[in-house]
């Protein structure tokens, strides 16, 4: 079934997630100036990292729900936030 697909898929590629992540963060931390609160700008990272991981969670149940495909369903799980994560390291770079 899907369920347990996408639970499986979801094991085997915790650790990328997990990476993917951490890009995400430090994506959003790098923006850290010395003027600017450093907590206030390590919150916002954590609240982006944890929206993601509840992307994740709603998308698996959606899934489930609607008996969606589990690869494309992980798909748009890994795409979302390495897409996020690309985007503000290329905005590192270019600043």
Known sequence: S?????YYLSEIFKPIFSVILAFVILGFTSKFQRNENFFKVLF??????FLIFLLKEVIAKLTVVLSLNFLIS???IFLIPLLIGLYQIIKIENE
């Open 2 to 6: 899907s369920e347990i697909g996408l």
């Open 74 to 76: 992980y798909l748009f």
């Open 44 to 49: 916002t990272a954590i609240l982006v990292g």
